[in-house]
């Protein structure tokens, strides 16, 4: 059994390709993604761990109140 891939294409005409490939076994190979750097990704996590915790070290308790009550708003005016 042919393998599916796990997200369908974002075009039509790449659907209707994908469907011609398969029909007439002509499929062209999907490239990998390349490596991500390590270096980036441990700065990238290094900044999100501190973000938080500067932000609201920097905030006044009255900006603090007005930031949850924007989120409070946010997640609740969802439902």
Do not use: C, F, H, Y
């Not at 997200?7 to 398969?22: C, T």
């Not at 441990?42 to 500067?54: F, Q």
């Not at 007005?66 to 969802?78: D, I, P």
């Amino acid at each position: 059994m042919p393998k599916r891939s796990s997200k369908p294409p974002a075009d039509e005409n790449q659907a209707a390709k994908s469907i011609l490939d398969r029909l007439t076994g002509e499929e062209t190979p999907i490239a990998p993604e390349p490596p991500k750097n390590p270096a980036a990704q441990s700065l990238g996590r290094l900044g999100g761990l501190k973000g938080g915790k500067a932000r609201a070290a920097s905030m006044t308790p009255e900006q603090r109140k007005e930031v949850a009550k924007k989120a409070a708003a946010a997640r609740w005016g969802k439902k």
